[in-house]
Every structure is written in C-alpha cells, then in structure tokens.
C-alpha cells in the first residue's frame, strides 16, 4: 500500500469512529461572526492577558496540528489569512478534547472562544468551543515542498489554491481587476450588455472558430470568436456607449499567451476614433496599475515597466526599422518583404499579401521586445477588415495595437460605418476563404443591414483580461490567471476516477 493511500485509510479510520460517536462530520452549518484578518487588525494592540479580551467565533481549513498531551495548537486559514488556536483539555472537557485526536491537517473546523496573545506574542483563539465542519480524506502535499508540480496545479486548482496562498491572491487581484474595470466604465456612461456566445456565424475577429450543433433547431453554431458585430448593433441601436467583458473561443494553439477560452473586455463609443480611445487606454490602465498594485510601476519577470502616459507611438513599418533593425528599403514591395521574412526564416503561408507579411515580420522581430507600454498604430486594410481607412490613404487603417511586457494587450480601431465598403471588404474576405484562409470572415448580411440604417463614427476596443491580470500579478504564463486552464487529458483520465 502507498504512502498516501496509508494515510487515507487513517482517516476513514478516524472519520468512522466519529460517525459510531454520533457525530456529523459534514454539518450543514457554522455561524461565523469574525474573520483572520479583521481579528489581526482589531486587537493588534492587545495584551498577553486580559481578561477584557473579545470573543470571536471564526472557521477554517487546519492547515497545521501540534498536539502536547493535554494542549494543541493549531492553524486555521479562512479567506482572509490564518489564525492559531488553542485547544485545551482543562477548557474544553474531556469528550471534546478528545476529538482533537482525530483531527487531521486539511480538515474543516469552526471554533467559537477568547482571543489572547501566547508568550510569542501570537493572537490566538483559545477555544470554548469546536465543531468538525468537514473531515477531509486526502492529505495535503507535503508542508515544506508543497505543491510544486505544474500539471498539478493547473489540473487540481483547488489544491493549488490552499497550499499556495500567492496563487489565491493572485486571483484575488484578477477579480479586483475586473471590478476596477467595470466602475472606470461605469463612471464614464458605459452601459455592460450581453451579447450571444452561440453565433450563426462567426465573425469579429480573424480567427478559426469552435463549431457546435444545435439538435432541436437543426443549426449549425459557433462559439463567439468576439462580440463585436453584435455590440455595433447595439451602437447602431442607439446605446452610445456599451462594453461587455466577455468569454471569447478561438480554436487555436496553446502557449503561455494563449488559451482557447479567455476573457476580454471589448467597448465601443460614438462619436470617437481610434486616438481618443489611446487617450482613454492610456488613463485606464495607468489607474488598474495603480489601483491593482499601489503604483504605476510594476515588475513583470524582472523587469520594470511604466504605465505613466504618454506611451509612445510607432506604425508597423516604423517598429520593424527602429525595433527590429530592418532596413526600410526592404519593406516597400512585396517582394521585398517576402525576401525579407525568407531572410529571417518567417514562414509566409501562400496568397499573403505585403500587409500580412509585414505583420508575420513585426510577430517574429518586434513584438517580444515592446516591454514599455507601446502603441503600434495604422495597419494594412487587408489586416483589418472592420476598420475605417484613414483619410486619403485607403491602404491603411485607423488602427492600434497596444503591446507591454513582450505581448499583445489590446486591439482597437476607428469602425467602418459604410455599408457599401463594408460590403467589399466582406467580399473580399470570402475570396480569402476560398483560397484557403480558415480565418478569414464571412458575409454576415444581417450585420450589413445594421450598418445601412445608419451607425454613427465609432471607435471600438478589446482588451485581453487575462494578459492584463498576468502583468499585474508578475504570472509568466497566461494559466497563472485562469483558474481551470484548458489541458490535454491526463493518461487515464476517461471520466474515471480513483476517489476513496
């Protein structure tokens, strides 16, 4: 028998000797009247003993056990942090106190009694009164090495969450930060709507979808790839001013910036263009930073970066020159490009144009090094299907793309309102399709018919929560932040399990 499987008998052991006592292990109930942290701040004065000393009445996981004959000390840890307690023979009575023999660490325990500072000078509960809550069956990793193994983590969140109290604040500051978000908005006339995550089609973005079946409707659908056809209705509806944080489902590969279901937060504003939304992006994310963190400098894997505005600008073209060292002469034709990205290895699909070279080049050369908050802006018209041109140059975009800490956070654009060229571009995208771009956008006709009844000039922006919560909590991988990532199956994991 293994270790672990040795300890789980223990326990069932114990779990049944309580049972043939007539307790409950797994009561519906505790009445909790404090927590760790509020009792930490409330009597951070408070003398060894006193016998003014408040009574609390706190529950939690045991994460450590310490019997001494006739006295135990112990560790509870609750959603705000942990909290001794002192479990006495003499206070508690002989029948209860036994019952501490067959507590284990992990298990749930509610604890009512009298707070007091131990010669240490630790604030400890010395306990009246306790209640098992939940026996817990499976040990905890081991206390000094802990939970270690990266699978682990990810496929058991929940564990990784109570033996690795960073990674519980760390999705802490990730709710924080969505909360933060919603009340910038908030207080600038945003209204949060909803929009569908099964699409007749797929579109808002140029990526490859995820396909469903909808049996009762006979309805081929599509897991959202972005809300954005659908909240430019909402624009074109009369809602000025919408944003929606949204789960988004793009089925594509995985790495340490990329999860095939994510979140983002996408809004759109009337009567704006794509440099107020700079504007805005830079006072938004300066605020996070220094709401989220306490500073507009943060670390991130060792490096430090500024979320102070302004941040600076460069086109595609311009960050390929400055950042990458090309030489501008090499990226005016199409050819050029293409015998430019042969030079660095860039593998270019058949049928890109100059435009998606260019960006294929900035991918490989540029974007791992913007680290400084960083606007790229006025891409090519064949990269940005639902974008505005800019004014006499109808081969560019009003467009940025915001980079910091080596990665892409956010995608904005002023909104092509003309039906007619929306139309064409559309059009255009399908001719993509069939040669071979599984990217490439369909002809949403009820999207056009929006548009043909009027949108005002719109600027509309996404930006990735998780890829902004991973630089806010100094995470190098985007799993960090999402608390049940996607994983390939564990071999032997067929909906089986090896539970006791």
């Not at 400098?297 to 102070?308: D, L, P």
């Not at 000039?457 to 999402?482: K, N, Y």
Request: overall charge negative.
């Amino acid at each position: 028998m293994s270790e672990e499987h040795s300890l789980i008998s223990e326990r069932l052991r114990k779990l049944a000797e309580l049972e043939a006592a007539g307790m409950d292990p797994y009561p519906a109930r505790f009445e909790v009247r404090n927590l760790a942290a509020d009792l930490h701040r409330e009597c951070a004065v408070l003398p060894e003993e006193t016998d003014a000393a408040p009574e609390a009445a706190i529950a939690g996981r045991l994460m450590s056990l310490r019997h001494h004959g006739k006295i135990t000390f112990a560790h509870l840890q609750d959603r705000s942090g942990k909290m001794q307690i002192y479990l006495s023979r003499d206070v508690l009575g002989a029948t209860p106190y036994d019952l501490c023999k067959k507590l284990d660490v992990g298990d749930y325990l509610g604890v009512e009694g009298q707070l007091f500072r131990t010669r240490t000078g630790e604030l400890t509960v010395r306990a009246r009164s306790i209640q098992l809550l939940s026996k817990s069956l499976r040990p905890l990793p081991e206390k000094w090495h802990g939970l270690t193994d990266v699978e682990t983590r990810f496929r058991q969140r929940y564990l990784d969450l109570i033996v690795n109290r960073q990674v519980a604040d760390a999705f802490r500051k990730r709710s924080r930060l969505i909360t933060k978000i919603r009340r910038f908005l908030d207080l600038r006339g945003f209204l949060e709507v909803e929009t569908p995550m099964m699409q007749p089609m797929a579109g808002g973005a140029m990526a490859r979808p995820f396909v469903t079946h909808h049996n009762a409707l006979d309805l081929t659908l599509y897991l959202r790839i972005a809300p954005e056809l659908y909240l430019k209705r909402l624009v074109v509806g009369g809602f000025d001013r919408v944003f929606e944080i949204n789960r988004n489902f793009r089925n594509e590969g995985i790495s340490t910036q990329h999860n095939p279901e994510f979140t983002m937060l996408e809004f759109y504003q009337a009567y704006a263009d794509y440099q107020d939304l700079m504007a805005m992006t830079e006072e938004m994310l300066a605020h996070l930073a220094k709401e989220i963190t306490g500073d507009q400098q943060v670390t991130y894997q060792g490096q430090q970066i500024s979320f102070a505005p302004p941040w600076p600008k460069l086109t595609l073209e311009e960050a390929l020159v400055k950042v990458a060292g090309l030489d501008a002469e090499t990226l005016k034709t199409e050819e050029d490009v293409r015998a430019t990205a042969g030079r660095y290895g860039v593998n270019i699909l058949p049928g890109c144009g100059r435009g998606k070279v260019l960006a294929e080049l900035f991918d490989a050369l540029v974007e791992s090094k913007l680290i400084q908050p960083t606007f790229i802006i006025d891409f090519p018209t064949e990269l940005s299907p639902l974008a505005k041109a800019k004014q006499g140059e109808p081969m560019t975009v009003q467009r940025f793309e915001l980079f910091i800490g080596g990665m892409e956070i956010a995608n904005a654009y002023s909104e092509l309102n003309d039906p007619r060229e929306q139309r064409a571009r559309f059009l255009d995208q399908l001719r993509q399709r069939d040669q071979g771009d599984l990217e490439a956008h369909g002809l949403d006709e009820d999207f056009l018919r929006a548009l043909e009844y009027g949108m005002p000039p719109t600027a509309g922006e996404g930006i990735g929560i998780d890829r902004l919560a991973m630089l806010f909590t100094d995470s190098p991988s985007i799993r960090d932040v999402i608390l049940f990532p996607l994983l390939k199956p564990a071999q032997g994991e067929s909906g089986s399990t090896d539970a006791v």
